[in-house]
């Protein structure tokens, strides 16, 4: 890149718009593995924004669409869902030489590793009904009527599950470097004993989970971040990741760490209209935590290929992935057996 | 197992000697030093352990395959009797892994046999040995 990132920043975004920019402010902020994400502000004659930019990394956890990203984002902000508002998506990359997107950003929130402890206590049953509520709104939507349809396959009600458990295990089967027996046996059980077709089509976020949005501290949520994984599937699909363990703030009782499962589920089906089927349901459950083990294991490949360079790719192919491990394990046990 | 304590090391010390481009910022130098340390830590309580967790791991799997031996066809039998018999006599990291790796496929060609035959009984115990595989090799985040 010929200048800094900043002027090949200015010079990319006042040519879009057609004036003079001034980039100030400008720093990457952590999150997001899978891609490059830096908070600026763009001055211009006719006024300051507040803006995100995600840039495609040289080497990411997974390979991810940016233009499904930025039409997810798209297809929710302003429909009662809390996403940032999308800018511009570049795909060549131009002067930032690598594919990225701009949104606005959202200011004042809070965020949280999903490893700390009670981390949205005292608030944590009014997040945890927002955070299922949005969940269950983003189901309820039709995929096909929302800007997300020009870019996603549409599955048959009776393939999401294929569709996903295919994608994954080959992840797994491609990035492998070390024999993984537990979350192979997984995709076994998986494969032969399909759940019942999806009760409709929706959009899936695919990242949905704590420590990804931000919250008002009070209670709120104010922004759903991290859509690159977005699809069109099973609505459960979003609902088992969004409650799996690794993500529990190492709790017990509570789902992500704000409401008890029962409730969490009771939020979703009302706020959704769908039902839970209990028996669809445990196999989005063990889904969930193979399509994290696919990630992790994946990470850590990508990890020695990159050259040891990110240390985010180190705890998720090490730490996340021996977590998932436990996890998985202890679901096969519990009710998967012969 | 990947990363070895050694990548994970080598990443670290990667990581401490690589300037940040300028874009970069204070706070985003300062969340990737702290999840350098937290690393650091890791790999410190990891290379106490993982020789140890390698050997009783590979014991364990051994023992499976040994009780199973007998069951199953003659090809397979014979493999899983000849590597139920081995034993780690090279105790070095490296060799504990591979080691550690051709026992966990003949694991995994084991378990899709016993699916097959619907051997519920080899079934439970392959699932308990999951469990205490995955006990084994946990890593304790520092202050959980």
Redesign the interface.
């Known amino acids: 890149m010929s200048g800094?990132?900043?002027e090949g920043l200015a010079s990319y975004l006042g040519r879009a718009w057609g004036e003079t920019v001034a980039i100030e402010n400008?720093?990457?902020?952590?999150g997001g593995a899978s891609r490059e994400t830096?908070r600026f502000d763009a001055v211009t004659p006719s006024g300051q924004q507040a803006l995100i930019l995600r840039r495609d990394p040289p080497g990411s956890l997974i390979e991810t669409d940016r233009r499904l990203e930025f039409l997810a984002l798209k297809s929710f902000h302003g429909r009662g869902v809390a996403a940032p508002e999308p800018l511009i998506l570049e795909l060549e990359g131009a002067e930032l030489e690598r594919p990225f997107f701009v949104m606005k950003r959202v200011d004042g929130g809070v965020t949280a590793s999903p490893?700390q402890?009670m981390a949205y206590e005292p608030h944590a049953a009014a997040l945890g009904e927002d955070f299922f509520a949005t969940l269950g709104r983003i189901a309820a939507a039709d995929p096909l009527s929302l800007p997300i349809a020009e870019a996603a396959d549409e599955p048959a009600l009776d393939a999401c599950w294929k569709r996903e458990l295919d994608y994954w295990s080959d992840v797994i089967e491609a990035d492998e470097?070390?024999?993984?027996?537990?979350v192979?046996?997984a995709i076994?059980r998986l494969r032969?004993n399909p759940p019942p077709p999806a009760q409709k089509l929706s959009v899936v976020h695919g990242d949905y989970r704590s420590g990804n949005f931000l919250h008002d501290g009070a209670g709120k949520m104010i922004a759903v971040l991290d859509w690159e994984m977005a699809h069109i599937g099973d609505p459960l699909e979003d609902l088992g990741w969004a409650m799996d363990p690794l993500w529990r703030h190492?709790e017990t009782e509570r789902v992500a760490g704000m409401v008890p499962k029962a409730e969490a589920i009771r939020i979703w089906e009302q706020a959704s209209g769908l039902k839970v089927d209990p028996a669809a349901f445990r196999w989005w459950e063990l889904f969930a935590s193979v399509k994290g083990q696919a990630i992790w294991i994946s990470s850590?490949?990508e990890?020695?290929e990159s050259?040891?360079?990110?240390?985010?790719l180190?705890?998720s192919?090490?730490?996340t992935a021996?977590?998932h491990?436990?996890i998985?394990?202890?679901q096969?046990?519990r009710s998967?057996?012969? | 197992?990947?990363?070895s304590v050694r990548?994970?090391l080598?990443?670290?010390a990667?990581?401490l000697g690589?300037p940040m481009?300028?874009?970069?910022?204070?706070?985003?130098a300062a969340?990737?030093m702290g999840?350098?340390s937290?690393?650091t830590m890791?790999a410190a309580g990891e290379a106490e352990q993982c020789a140890g967790a390698a050997i009783r791991e590979n014991a364990a799997i051994r023992a499976v395959l040994d009780g199973a031996a007998v069951k199953y066809d003659a090809r397979l039998a014979g493999r899983l009797a000849a590597a139920a018999a081995g034993e780690d006599t090279d105790l070095s990291v490296p060799a504990l892994?591979g080691a550690?790796?051709r026992l966990?496929?003949l694991?995994?060609e084991l378990?899709?046999a016993?699916?097959a035959a619907?051997?519920?009984a080899t079934?439970?115990q392959?699932?308990?040995l999951?469990?205490r595989?995955?006990?084994l090799?946990?890593?304790a985040?520092p202050g959980?």
């Not at chain 1, 400008?26 to 952590?30: F, H, K, M, P, V």
């Not at chain 1, 050259?307 to 985010?312: H, Y």
Request: proline share 8%; charged share 25%; with cysteine.
């Open positions: 800094t990132f900043a400008l720093a990457r902020i952590s830096y490893f402890p470097q070390h024999p993984q027996p537990i192979r046996a076994r032969a190492g850590a490949k990890y020695r050259g040891f360079a990110e240390p985010i180190a705890f192919g090490w730490v021996r977590r491990d436990e998985i394990a202890e096969l046990q998967w057996a012969l | 197992m990947t990363p990548d994970v080598q990443g670290c990667i990581a690589r481009p300028p874009e970069a910022g204070p706070d985003y969340s990737r999840m350098v937290m690393l890791l892994d550690n790796a966990r496929g694991l995994i378990h899709e016993v699916e619907n051997d519920a079934d439970a392959i699932l308990a999951y469990g595989m995955a006990q090799r946990r890593l985040l959980g």
